[in-house]
């Protein structure tokens, strides 16, 4: 079994503070290249989204809210 890492992300948006866990694996797997839904498909399309972007689901959300009324 793979060490778990712990990542604690700030929202660059609204400065909020997340923790993300995955494997080391699987961490090394999104970095030499492999998308991050198949790397760490056990986290949530917010969590991966924090990981990449640094910007928490709520954020993300808000800011495209206005593309899905149209």
């Known amino acids: 079994m ?14 909020c503070y997340k923790s993300v866990s995955c ?14 839904q ?5 986290l949530s399309v917010n969590e991966r989204e924090l990981l990449m972007s640094k910007i928490c689901g709520e954020c993300f959300d808000k800011m495209y809210e206005e593309e899905d009324d149209e």
């Open 23 to 36: 494997t080391l694996d699987q961490y090394d797997r999104w970095q030499s290249g492999e998308y991050i």
């Open 2 to 15: 793979s060490e778990k890492i712990d990542f604690v992300v700030r929202c660059q948006v609204c400065d």
């Open 38 to 42: 198949n790397a760490m498909p056990q």
